[in-house]
């Protein structure tokens, strides 16, 4: 079985969708770990194969506006 890895924390299920699309259309095969018992729009992790995460940062970087990037 292939090691996944968290490539990002999506604030909610939307976001987490948001990036799901953003992978799944470099050719990822992205997953969602939901949380297991919140019913709310809580943060949710986007999970892709461990092999796969440096290309997953590059496609999410290449699509995401730089006003939404988080700074240090």
Avoid: C, F, R
């Avoid at 470099?26 to 440096?54: F, I, Y």
């Amino acid at each position: 079985m292939t090691q996944m890895v968290q490539v990002a924390l999506a604030d909610g299920v939307v976001d987490a969708e948001e990036i799901q699309t953003i992978l799944a259309n470099a050719q990822l095969e992205p997953a969602v770990e939901h949380h297991p018992t919140s019913t709310e729009d809580t943060p949710q992790k986007v999970l892709v194969a461990e092999s796969q995460l440096e290309e997953a940062l590059q496609a999410i970087e290449a699509m995401t506006e730089p006003d939404e990037i988080v700074g240090d």
